[in-house]
């Protein structure tokens, strides 16, 4: 009996031996491909390292104007403007903690509209349409002024939500259906649509034809078009000047980093003396368009009040200090195309 325990002891070990050289083989395999894949990542992580000390430039102070908020009265601005730019997030509490910090007294009549806007937007996002229809209906005319198609395509959605209802929501959705009477004559398309997928109700409204009716992006598209609306009833844009000022900086200043460079490169002194105006014009894309601007092709200057663009008989427009400049002897000749005239003659044009 002791040998056969002692036999059985062997054999345990043995296995015990077996198993032990697997699992570390395993481990050994396993800590091998971590290694490798350690070194794949390392690589990567630092070619970012690399590419963001090549690209990024933390001194930006050759391409910003000195001393632009030493004053109390921009510092009282920017602080404005991010307290607004807080508002419209509905970050609430962080603006009230900013204008108590800064000392900036904010109007109760300018945070309300706020308040009510994100109030709103938040019952949209969990796809709550009420509060946005009261908001729609009490301010119908002033939306009807604006050519606004918000409130009907509030009145749409809550009948979509009830088709999503299936066919017990069929006849409170029939009863609705009147809401759509005072916006028939101009959506009378969309309204044969919605009231024919009723047709398809008892089947599933997603097995019919009217399937597109049920898309989840019509919610972040009533989000846009009420904070459209919203910003144009309260007199303000869409997005915040905080917003459109930080986009525009990322878009300009590469360029303007650029520029720098190129110009300390060349030794091109006297080219960008002034850092309130700049050197070229810098593309910002058709959303940064909010008015006409033109830009005088002889003298490379923005036109203004005092210095206006003039409209030559030629049809080549320049501006006034330029047709100052180019007058000779009573005459000036185009610089665009040898027709000769009247200084006089040049009308001011008005964009």
Not at 93 to 115: N, T
Not at 255 to 270: A, D
Not at 315 to 334: P, Q
Request: charged letters at 20%.
């Amino acid at each position: 009996l002791r040998i056969w325990n002692l036999c059985v002891q062997d054999a345990d070990l043995s296995v015990l031996h077996q198993t032990m050289a697997q699992c570390c083989k395993e481990i050994k395999e396993t800590v091998q491909m971590l290694a490798s894949r350690h070194k794949d990542i390392h690589g990567s992580v630092s070619k970012v390292g690399k590419a963001i000390d090549r690209n990024f430039d933390a001194e930006v102070s050759a391409v910003v104007a000195e001393n632009v908020w030493d004053s109390p009265e921009r510092q009282k601005y920017l602080s404005e403007t991010i307290v607004e730019h807080l508002y419209r997030q509905g970050m609430l509490s962080v603006a009230e903690d900013l204008s108590q910090e800064s000392g900036v007294v904010i109007d109760m009549s300018m945070k309300q509209p706020f308040l009510e806007l994100n109030r709103i937007l938040e019952a949209l996002r969990t796809q709550d349409l009420r509060p946005a229809l009261e908001w729609a209906v009490t301010n119908r005319q002033r939306l009807l002024d604006l050519n606004s198609t918000l409130e009907f395509k509030l009145h749409r959605l809550y009948f979509i939500s009830l088709l999503n209802g299936g066919i017990g929501k069929q006849q409170e959705a029939l009863q609705y259906a009147r809401h759509f009477q005072p916006f028939a004559s101009q959506h009378q398309r969309d309204i044969q649509i919605l009231m024919g997928s009723l047709v398809y109700l008892r089947h599933g409204i997603e097995n019919s034809p009217y399937r597109s009716l049920l898309e989840t992006d019509q919610w972040a598209e009533i989000c846009n078009i009420f904070t459209r609306d919203a910003c144009s009833l309260l007199g303000l844009s869409v997005e915040s000047p905080l917003s459109v000022s930080f986009a525009s900086g990322c878009m300009a200043l590469p360029v303007l980093m650029n520029i720098k460079q190129v110009i300390e490169q060349r030794q091109c002194s006297g080219v960008w003396t002034h850092k309130d105006e700049l050197p070229i014009e810098i593309e910002l894309g058709k959303k940064c368009w909010y008015h006409s601007v033109f830009a005088c092709p002889i003298l490379r200057q923005q036109t203004s009040e005092s210095n206006p663009p003039m409209k030559l008989i030629c049809g080549h427009v320049i501006s006034r200090d330029a047709l100052n400049k180019l007058t000779n002897a009573g005459k000036l000749k185009c610089p665009y195309c040898p027709m000769e005239q009247n200084p006089s003659d040049a009308k001011q044009i008005f964009f």
